[in-house]
């Protein structure tokens, strides 16, 4: 059964709205129809895609999937900011599950709404959802054969969203997946938990060495799954590095999602940047070539003389490439006027100052300069397009979209 935000996932990613809604109209489930138009509503926040959410609540008859449709509709108004309709629909979508009779049923839709409740940040309430949902089909489990799988179904659901949360309360829901596993004697599941419960709590001790450590390794997927338990003036700084590290490991799309990660957090996140750290980054892409990177990072550096610094050397970079237009255009930019004298003289004099300042006079990544954007060059400027992104981690996630989970028996259950 195809994923159905994959499924309108290409349409957004090129902005085709119309083309999103043309396909998520095309699926023939009401609760998955809503799901999908709930994943475009991010990107597209529409009064047309709400009403088309409302037509396909109007097709759904069972009490079950009505109440998992009142809860897909609470996430789409906080998606909206529209927190009072939100709270009401998430009410009346636990009005609707007490309404299940089935102890089984109930515990697959609690299931069901705590995940979108996961999906609109409401993880406290969320947690105890879930551990209701696993109350009743533990309870159940004598009662109907299919109380294991569907116990199986919401342990990989509450691990997948502990996935998802970037904060410590993470800890609580995959101890609760734990648990389930436990109770199935599920042991390598057991293990794996165990051990991102280990990881996490070393991340929250000893913080940012622990994630550069990982990346050095190579192991970037966990340090990217773990950088979300930092600090955000260290997240940042993570995701810049991660990000170095995939461009020199020629993955230049993951290298420049984790970039603009980055540059999101920094022009968002209320704190105050560690200039040193940015300054070692940025001269870390200086020295392979990517100057443009390195470029953008110097303007997120507060420290006038530090950033002028190291403006000073990226205009050498350009201007040693050939890029004297480039060079000098950024020379007019540097706020420190004693460097910006010094630069100018150096190249009034012709004189190969990079040497001089530990810049390499040749080598391969000085060539080959920032990735460019597909289909060409990136023009730099102060602000990149800032895009969402996943967590990347491990697990045995079976591919549900949880939203609908397990509810082809609700058919009929009213």
């Not at 603009?260 to 560690?274: I, P, Q, R, T, Y």
Request: charged share 30%; net charge negative; no cysteine.
């Amino acid at each position: 059964m195809i994923d159905v935000v994959e499924a309108v996932a290409p349409y957004l990613e090129r902005a085709d709205y119309k083309g999103a809604l043309k396909r998520a109209l095309k699926i023939e489930s009401p609760i998955r129809r809503m799901i999908a138009l709930t994943e475009i509503l991010t990107a597209y926040s529409k009064d047309e895609v709400l009403a088309l959410m409302f037509d396909a609540l109007d097709e759904i008859k069972t009490t079950a999937e009505r109440a998992l449709a009142y809860s897909i509709l609470g996430r789409s108004f906080y998606i909206l900011n529209q927190d009072r309709n939100a709270e009401l629909y998430f009410e009346r979508a636990m009005a609707e599950v007490s309404m299940v009779s089935s102890p089984l049923l109930r515990g697959e839709v609690l299931a069901g709404i705590a995940r979108n409740l996961v999906l609109s940040d409401r993880y406290e309430e969320a947690l105890g959802l879930f551990r209701e949902a696993v109350e009743l089909l533990q309870a159940s489990r004598g009662l109907s054969a299919g109380a294991v799988s569907s116990l199986l179904k919401v342990g990989r659901l509450i691990e997948r969203s502990a996935d998802e949360i970037p904060n410590e309360i993470a800890l609580e829901f995959y101890k609760l997946a734990r648990s389930v596993y436990s109770s199935l004697n599920f042991k390598l599941q057991v293990k794996y938990i165990e051990e991102k419960i280990e990881l996490i709590n070393e991340v929250l001790k000893r913080g940012m060495v622990v994630v550069e450590d990982l990346i050095r390794k190579g192991e970037v997927e966990v340090a990217m799954s773990v950088m979300r338990f930092l600090p955000l003036e260290s997240r940042a700084i993570a995701m810049l590095e991660l990000s170095y590290w995939l461009f020199l490991h020629e993955q230049p799309k993951l290298a420049r999602k984790s970039f603009e990660d980055a540059l999101e957090v920094f022009f968002v996140g209320k704190f105050h940047v560690n200039d040193a750290g940015v300054e070692s980054v940025a001269r870390r892409f200086l020295r392979v070539g990517f100057l443009e990177e390195a470029l953008v990072l110097a303007g997120i550096i507060s420290d006038e003389k530090r950033s002028s610094e190291l403006l000073g050397d990226i205009v050498l970079a350009y201007w040693r490439r050939g890029e004297t237009g480039k060079a000098r255009s950024i020379l007019e930019g540097i706020p420190d006027e004693g460097v910006k004298k010094r630069v100018l003289s150096f190249l009034e004099g012709g004189k190969d100052v990079g040497h001089e300042q530990g810049l390499p006079l040749t080598g391969g990544g000085e060539e080959r300069g920032a990735v460019p954007e597909d289909g060409g060059a990136r023009e730099v400027q102060g602000e990149v397009e800032q895009k969402g992104g996943t967590t990347v981690s491990k697990g045995n996630d079976s591919g549900d979209t949880g939203d609908a989970l397990q509810l082809h028996r609700a058919e009929g259950a009213d």
